[in-house]
């Protein structure tokens, strides 16, 4: 059964941090792209960063969590994480882990409520 799931979201402070975790079941995340997207409310959904697994690991970020995100992946737990820190406000959202191997497939997670506020 082919699942994608992500956790680790929660209410924090500004200032804090979190770790999201996108764990693949049912298929493997080699050759593949992995993204965080998020989608705030009234807004867009967003590409936050990701993985290209197909070139060895190259990693991308948007410029508004440069410095602040690092994306990763833990092959033996075919897992990615995206660890956040020093949260803002404005990147409460909906975060959603993506996996696409072009021409195999493109899945989505269900998503895990960011909040950032004090």
């Known amino acids: 059964q082919v699942q994608l799931v992500e956790s680790g979201g929660g209410l924090v402070q500004p200032g804090g941090s979190l770790r999201l975790s996108c764990v693949a079941s049912?298929?493997?995340?080699?050759?593949?792209?992995i993204g965080w997207f998020r989608q705030a409310p009234g807004k867009e959904r967003e590409g936050v960063s990701c993985?290209?697994?197909?070139?060895?690991?190259?990693?991308y970020y948007v410029d508004s969590v440069k410095g602040r995100a690092t994306i990763s992946r833990d092959s033996a737990k075919n897992t990615v994480y995206l660890q956040m820190n020093s949260l803002k406000p404005e990147d409460t959202a909906v975060y959603y882990c993506?996996?696409?191997?072009?021409?195999?497939?493109?899945?989505w997670g269900q998503g895990t409520q960011v909040t950032v506020s004090s």
């Open positions: 993506n996996v696409v191997r072009r021409g195999v497939y493109d899945y």
């Open positions: 049912g298929f493997s995340l080699d050759y593949s792209v």
């Open positions: 993985i290209v697994t197909a070139d060895g690991g190259s990693t």
